[in-house]
């Protein structure tokens, strides 16, 4: 949403005439990598923190 809200805010600040760009939301599985790395990180997370607390 960012990436297209920059292109709103140039087009109005460039005062073009014409029809305003609309805001185009991603869902969260339309990138595949996103859901992999975000599982991927908690997996990592809880291993890392096993580890600690196991050496305590």
């Not at 991603?26 to 291993?47: E, S, T």
């Amino acid at each position: 949403m960012l990436s297209t809200s920059v292109i709103q805010a140039g087009f109005f600040s460039g005062q073009m005439n014409g029809e305003v760009p609309d805001i185009e939301v991603n869902g969260f599985f339309a990138n595949l990598f996103v859901p992999v790395f975000l599982i991927l990180g908690i997996i990592f997370l809880i291993y890392g923190f096993s580890k600690i607390v196991k050496n305590k």
